[in-house]
Nanobody, 125 residues
Framework: VQLQASGGGLVQAGGSLRLSCAGS????????FAWFRQAPGKEREGVAY?????????VYSDSVKGRFSISRDNAKDTVYLQMNSLKPEDTAVYYC??????????????????WGQGTQVTVSS
């Protein structure tokens, strides 16, 4: 089982990036999926969540709501995070993860079994 994240980079404030996370060795559509980020000296933060199964529930953290969008292509076993209107405070290592969280704690890291390796996003002011 493997998750491979890509798409990070350096961008100016106000710019956009799209992160991808490709899964292999399992059926991604059977799992909930989330994007987390961790900045130096800070705790890992869940920023976007997409439930598995036939009826998709999506949740965003307040810090990214209205700017980030999570989507998934189950046929390709790939999940995306479109990030628009980026701010310097979005600078972090971004991780994708797959698991089966509880509905009341969709972005609690402990519920996620599989993690990607992380991709750096740096937003300059």
């Amino acid at each position: 089982v493997q998750l491979q994240a890509s798409g990070g980079g350096l961008v100016q404030a106000g710019g956009s990036l799209r992160l991808s996370c490709a899964g292999s060795g399992f059926t991604l559509g059977n799992f909930a999926f989330a994007w987390f980020r961790q900045a130096p000296g800070k705790e890992r933060e869940g920023v976007a969540y997409s439930s598995g199964g036939g009826r998709t529930t999506i949740v965003y953290s307040d810090s990214v709501k209205g700017r980030f969008s999570i989507s998934r292509d189950n046929a390709k076993d790939t999940v995306y995070l479109q990030m628009n209107s980026l701010k310097p405070e979005d600078t972090a290592v971004y991780y994708c993860a797959a698991g089966r969280p509880s509905t009341d704690q969709p972005t609690k890291p402990a519920f996620y079994y599989y993690w990607g390796q992380g991709t750096q996003v740096t937003v300059s002011s």
